[in-house]
């Protein structure tokens, strides 16, 4: 249960344990749901899959505050005679990034397969390893080793659209010094810190309705949270993210949240970037040549006025992400601050 002081890392490793590929969620989403309710709130799960819970008067939420329960994953495109499995992308996941290893395909009796590559012991030029010498990886290069026949896999479940993600053996966090490791950081760590600060705002007297939403299949465009924001088409969408470190606009590893003044799809209003920088709170400012949040997402399509997005510093996103072991709770307590001020600002 989530105790009077939550042990963020304990929560996360909890919430990295469990795949949620996009689309398939639901497994997440009732721990989230389990999590919230422990703090005597009360979820409810809408038809995309978000879990929601509202703080304050009733009403239109004015603020919507998102962090998603999605991670990276793959999807079968075809199976071969030998009972390998073609993939695709789900997200932004690079084939390196994962490397040769178990993998799960969820299905009615989930299988467990070897991501693969072949073999370095060649020069032929149809081998992946020779091709590789002279360009990157892509996904239709590899294949999922099953070890069954297809008749098998289809007695499984297994199908084209069938999910794969990383094995539950490679689910386990790292900690080093100041630092913690693992997949899928991004964005267990921030649906961590999403639960800090509700423990702490949940009692707290809003002006304005206040939506909170672990959101469904933001890697594969934000379609959680356009579904939700196409309903209520808030002033203010609040994202909790990563903070990417990267080299155009750089930002330390460290317990420090980022915050995305712009990034590829919209920018951040002056007012909140005047509200933060009159917080108190340290932060670090990020403008970003590549990447999206729930929020800036949603503002490019007009369904919320003012973007507002606050990573966590993470390095090796997409991959074994690493982060301080500090930073969910400096980023609660940064999005506490913002959500006790911002209210005034409507």
Not at 18 to 33: F, H, I, M, T
Not at 95 to 102: D, L, T
Request: charged share 20%.
């Amino acid at each position: 249960m989530l105790r009077a002081m939550i042990d963020e890392i304990a929560l996360l490793q909890e919430l990295v344990a469990v795949p949620a590929p996009p689309g398939q969620e639901k497994a997440l989403a009732d721990v989230v749901s389990v999590k919230i309710a422990e703090l005597g709130l009360a979820p409810k799960r809408d038809a995309k899959g978000n879990v929601l819970v509202r703080l304050g008067p009733s009403g239109p939420p004015a603020i919507v505050v998102t962090a998603h329960l999605d991670e990276l994953a793959l999807m079968v495109t075809q199976i071969d005679d030998n009972g390998d499995l073609h993939v695709t992308e789900l997200g932004g996941v690079q084939p390196w990034k994962w490397g040769e290893g178990p993998v799960e395909v969820l299905s009615s009796q989930p299988v467990t397969g070897i991501l693969s590559f072949g073999s370095v012991h060649t020069e032929d030029p149809s081998a992946v390893v020779v091709q590789a010498k002279n360009g990157p990886l892509e996904w239709d290069q590899t294949r999922i080793v099953t070890g069954l026949a297809p008749e098998a896999l289809a007695e499984h479940g297994v199908r084209p659209g069938s999910r794969a993600v990383m094995a539950r053996s490679r689910r386990t966090l790292t900690q080093f010094g100041d630092y913690v490791s693992g997949y899928f950081l991004d964005d267990r760590s921030d649906i961590a810190a999403m639960l800090l600060a509700l423990q702490r705002l949940k009692d707290h007297a809003f002006t304005v309705p206040v939506l909170f939403a672990a959101t469904a299949s933001e890697e594969v465009g934000g379609e959680g949270a356009l579904y939700v924001l196409n309903e209520h088409r808030p002033p203010i969408c609040l994202a909790l993210e990563l903070g990417p470190i990267v080299p155009d606009t750089p930002a330390i590893l460290d317990a420090p949240p980022t915050v995305w003044a712009k990034d590829s799809y919209a920018a951040m209003d002056s007012r909140d970037l005047d509200l933060v920088a009159s917080l108190g709170q340290e932060v670090q400012w990020q403008v970003l040549s590549r990447g999206g949040s729930d929020a800036s997402c949603a503002a490019s399509h007009g369904l919320c006025a003012r973007p507002v997005t606050f990573g966590i510093p993470m390095e090796n996103s997409h991959g074994y992400e690493i982060i301080h072991r500090d930073a969910i709770a400096r980023l609660a307590d940064l999005s506490v601050a913002y959500l006790t001020e911002a209210p005034k600002t409507l």
